[in-house]
């Protein structure tokens, strides 16, 4: 996933914007290229791989520029290579960008520059950025502003971008549409950066652009107005996330970190939740849409991979404690897809970050048919946080790593609530029973230290079935969504293929598949459905050899 950072100021701006990069790097990239305005002209260098081989190749530079922008790249057009890596410019290097985001139109766009006689070095959609904001600009006759507004309404796609002009050094150009990019506002001084992760121990005051918006940023000033240059008025908001939070406090890795931190984080989305007296779930954050709710006959959950089949989970769980009809549905598909809407239908959108491309593009939707719409988020003040009717925050601190383990369990647990709340205003549940639940969430925390404190005994499992190439992991129920977060995991950090599976499906098919080189995993607690899934536990075993756990 690509970063970004912009600085504009009166200090260097070069080890801000390393500093800052670097704070993003556990985002995955593959490249990665800085432009600063000097006083002698444009500084610019990019470099293949990690971060610090652009740091080497600048270390010995005197750059003095206050004014620059970096960027880390996940190839997406054009492979890992320094001419793709941004920061992209037009015929005359003048303009510099770095973009987060997909030009859709670009090809169309490229053409019609081509034929202009612009002439393009990279295989990059942004490029194309670059050459219409230098048409747009007519010879710098034109505001950079102006000319960047120009441009924005030629592009169909999303965009976070970053922009200088070499012969403009006092400014800083910012835009988004529906790729993160949050403004930092520091004494004298202005930051630009797709996660605020990367400006934090600069600045605690940030402002969340919206879709559509540009921001003119110099050392005293800011201007902010929509693509027509209708001015919008921001007020910066605090962001309360620790610096600690931001790091790795002694673990090797973020996910490991934040693995240790479930403890922590399902007591902070529990916290000041729980009515232990009364029997209730206390979300202060749906209190505005009580009445609406009442009158909820559906209920939509969407969200993409983890946050998905947390929704996945609540679906179940709702459904067991009221009596409204749930749908999960990817957000990928919802958005596109012909969906039966129904009169008094509610919309539950999750998300970690709050700025999911296709989440957010699902809660367009949903608004354009006048659902109520619900955000289950983390990041405060993130887009989806700001778009949805109302919403409850997970309060888990930042998931840097990119692989989603506390915010999933954090998910689950504030849809569990919900379902409570629901359950309690519709009669579905007694305050006996929401107690039951609520000391049953209660122990969850010191239950999931003591798995962690296994730590080296689950290394020791780890290692036994590393050589594997292929998984199954199989569950019933509460335990399916969770089964296929299992495989997702073990898919995304260790690159080895693994499939969720509703348990009763393996005997339809896929289990043709298994053998003695491809152990299955069996979420099988001792439950309602205990007898069922031992029975294929016993199945599997007989018939393939398969090594089960
Ligand atoms: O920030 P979001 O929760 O909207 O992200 C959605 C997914 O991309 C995310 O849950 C992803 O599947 C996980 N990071 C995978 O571990």
Redesign the pocket.
């Known amino acids: 996933m690509c970063g970004i950072v912009g600085y504009v100021g009166k200090k260097k701006a070069l080890p801000i914007l390393l500093e800052g990069i670097k704070n993003l790097e556990y985002r995955g990239y593959d490249s990665a290229g800085l432009a600063i305005i000097e006083s002698s002209g444009i500084f610019a260098e990019k470099a293949v791989g990690r971060v610090s081989n652009l740091e080497s190749r600048v270390k010995n530079t005197s750059s003095h520029g206050s004014l620059g922008i970096i960027h880390s790249r996940w190839a997406t057009h054009g492979s890992p290579t320094e001419v793709n890596a941004h920061p992209h410019t037009d015929c005359k290097s003048r303009f510099f960008l770095v973009h987060n985001g997909i030009i859709e139109n670009y090809g169309a766009l490229k053409n019609a520059l081509i034929s202009n006689g612009h002439v393009f070095v990279s295989e990059t959609d942004t490029e194309v950025l670059a050459h219409l904001i230098e048409e747009a600009s007519h010879d710098g006759r034109v505001v950079l502003e102006d000319a960047v507004c120009k441009t924005l309404l030629r592009v169909k796609g999303t965009y976070g971008l970053a922009i200088i002009d070499a012969k403009d050094p006092g400014k800083l150009i910012a835009a988004r549409n529906f790729s993160p990019l949050i403004v930092g506002v520091g004494r004298g001084e202005y930051f630009v950066a797709s996660d605020a992760s990367a400006i934090l121990r600069h600045t605690r005051r940030v402002i969340y652009l919206n879709d559509g918006e540009v921001a003119v940023l110099t050392p005293k000033s800011r201007r902010i107005f929509n693509l027509q240059k209708k001015s919008v008025r921001h007020h910066s908001e605090k962001i309360e996330w620790r610096t600690e939070a931001v790091q790795k406090g002694g673990f090797p890795h973020f996910m490991l970190k934040e693995i240790f931190e479930e403890p922590d984080a399902l007591l902070n989305s529990i916290r000041g939740r729980i009515d232990m007296k009364r029997g209730i779930a206390v979300l202060g954050g749906l209190t505005g849409i009580k009445e609406k709710l009442t009158n909820i006959r559906r209920i939509i959950i969407s ?5 998905y089949l947390a929704g996945l989970l609540g679906k179940y769980i709702i459904e067991e404690l009221t009596d409204i009809p749930v749908e999960a549905e990817l957000a990928s598909e919802f958005r596109h897809r012909k969906y039966i809407f129904q009169k008094n239908e509610a919309a539950v959108f ?7 491309a296709d ?1 957010l593009a699902a809660l367009q939707k949903a608004k354009k048919h006048e659902l109520l719409t619900l955000g289950v988020v983390n990041v405060v003040g993130s887009t989806i946080a700001r778009e949805t009717d109302a919403g409850v925050y997970q309060h888990i601190g930042p998931e840097v790593s ?3 383990t506390k ?1 999933f369990l954090s998910q689950v647990i504030i849809l569990t609530l919900f379902a409570i709340a629901l359950g309690r205003e519709r009669k579905t549940v007694s305050a006996k029973d929401a107690r039951k639940i609520f000391l049953e969430m209660k122990k969850l925390p010191k239950a999931i230290q003591s798995i962690l404190n296994m730590n080296e005994a689950i290394k020791e499992i780890a290692k036994k079935y590393a050589p594997y190439r292929n998984f199954l992991y199989l569950g019933r129920g509460y335990n399916l969504p969770a089964a296929h977060e299992g495989a ?2 073990l898919k ?1 950090i260790s690159y080895v293929h693994a499939e969720g599976m509703a348990a009763g499906e393996m005997k339809h098919g896929p289990i043709a598949m298994i053998d003695e080189q491809f152990p299955t995993i069996f979420i099988a607690p001792k439950d309602s459905v205990y007898e069922k899934n031992i029975s294929n536990i016993k199945e599997i075993k007989a018939r393939n050899k398969s090594p089960t756990m």
């Not at 969200?303 to 946050?307: D, E, K």
């Open positions: 969200g993409m991979g983890t946050a999750i998300s970690q970050s709050g700025e999911t989440t990119v692989a989603s915010a997702l995991k995304e």
